[in-house]
Each structure stands twice: as C-alpha cells, then as structure tokens.
C-alpha cells in the first residue's frame, strides 16, 4: 500500500489562508469517511487536529478545517499563526483487506 | 490526564530482538483498539500495526509482518510488540496511540527509540 500524497511544503504569511492536500485511491480516501489529520512540532508526539474527515477534537481551533472531494482531502487552517509552523500528516483507513492503516508523506508548513 | 508511556527502546545489532512496551492510565485501556506508528529520523509517520480491544484481532503493515508481534495484558493496562529479526531499516521513534475511531489515534505516547546497528 503506497502512501498518500501530500506536498512536501507549503508556506504562508500570518493571517492569511492554506491548504494541505492528501491524495489517495479509491481503496483508501476515495471509499471511507475515516480521514485524520495530525501536527507535529520537532521532537514531539503527533497530536490529532482532525478526524473523520472534518471533525475537530475538543480544544483544536477552529482555524483548522477539513474537507474531502473524491480521492482526495484537504486541511485549511485560516488566520495563520505562527505556532501553527510545524509538519503535518494526514491518515486513511485502508480497509481489512489491504493494509488497513495508511498516512501521508507529511508537509512541512512555514509561516513566513 | 489520559496518557500512554512507551517504553524498552535502545541499541540492537542487526537479526536482534526487542520489545516495546506501552503503559496507559486514566482512562479504560481495555475498551480500545491500539496502535503502533514509527518515523525512522528524518522521516514520516508510518503505521505498523494495531491490535483489537481483547487482543483477539490484529494487522501489520507488510514491512512488519512475521517479525513483529503486537499484544496486549488489559489487567496491566499495558501493550507490547516483539520485534524480531531486526533490520537497520526498523530504526525508528516508535509511539503507541489510541485509536478513537478506525485508523484514527487521539492519544499517544512520547515514543521510545529503537536503533538497529552493528
């Protein structure tokens, strides 16, 4: 099972808007509602910003939001800070049938 | 507050073994399914294995499978994996994580180090 495909690095400028993107198959993003998103600073545990797809745990800001459109998701956080700069994956599940569990490759975000 | 505490990492040579342990407390341990993640230096997350809230079910990525074997004690609130047949490739962070839905993990540990080495 290949991993998603997210960009390597994306950047913006404090209050301004991005997007990451996360490309999967129809085995994968394409056929469940079970994506997830996750930040990790250098050094640290990843921490869950996103779940099923759209869902934020208690406590993540609302900056942060999340959407899919076929094989594909997408995390935007708008009004960028600058403690939003660190590296963030995204994960599918992959069914019973294959390798059940798959993340991204990660995008590093700089806030410039 | 909930937590998992990984630990048994260290330096092992090549063909070697090692087990992992994941420690949770404050909150039902037994009623979740459990992940092992790892990132080898540098690198991004990638999945390893999971296994069901009994014990009775578990998955490996294909990198893993037949080395590595991931359990659970519910009385010590603990889980493990035995990693077997080491490779220098299995170097690693290793984090344990809850998972709150299927493939989604809302706590995990600090990780423990895994370096496979002569």
């Known amino acids: 099972q290949s991993a998603l495909t997210q960009p390597a690095s994306v950047s913006g400028s404090p209050g301004q808007s991005i997007t990451i993107s996360c490309t999967g198959t129809?085995?994968?993003?394409?056929?469940?509602?079970?994506v997830s998103w996750y930040q990790q600073n250098p050094g640290k545990a990843p921490k869950l910003m996103i779940y099923?797809?759209?869902k934020r745990p208690s406590g993540v800001s609302n900056r942060f939001s999340g959407s899919k459109s076929g094989n594909t998701a997408s995390l935007t956080i708008s009004g960028l800070q600058a403690e939003d700069e660190a590296d963030y994956y995204c994960?599918?599940?992959?069914?019973?049938?294959?390798?059940?569990?798959?993340f991204g490759g990660g995008t590093k975000l700089t806030v410039l | 507050e909930v937590q998992l505490v990984e630990s048994g990492g260290g330096l092992v040579q090549p063909g070697g073994s090692l087990r992992l342990s994941c420690a949770g407390s404050?909150?039902?341990?037994?009623?979740?399914?459990m992940h092992w993640v790892r990132q080898a230096p540098g690198k991004g997350l990638v999945w390893v294995s999971r296994?069901?809230?009994?014990?009775?079910?578990?998955n490996y990525a294909d990198s893993v499978k037949g080395r590595f074997t991931v359990s659970r004690d519910n009385a010590k609130n603990t889980l493990y994996l035995q990693m077997n047949s080491l490779r220098d490739e299995d170097t690693a962070v290793y984090y344990c994580?809850?998972?709150?839905?299927?493939?989604?993990?809302?706590?995990w540990g600090q990780g423990t180090t895994v370096t496979v080495s002569s």
């Open positions: 099923e797809v759209s």
């Open positions: 404050i909150f039902t341990f037994s009623a979740y399914w």
């Open positions: 994960c599918s599940y992959a069914g019973s049938s294959t390798s059940h569990v798959v």
């Open positions: 296994i069901n809230s009994d014990g009775s079910s578990t």
């Open positions: 129809s085995s994968d993003v394409g056929s469940y509602n079970l």
């Open positions: 994580a809850r998972e709150v839905a299927a493939a989604e993990m809302d706590v």
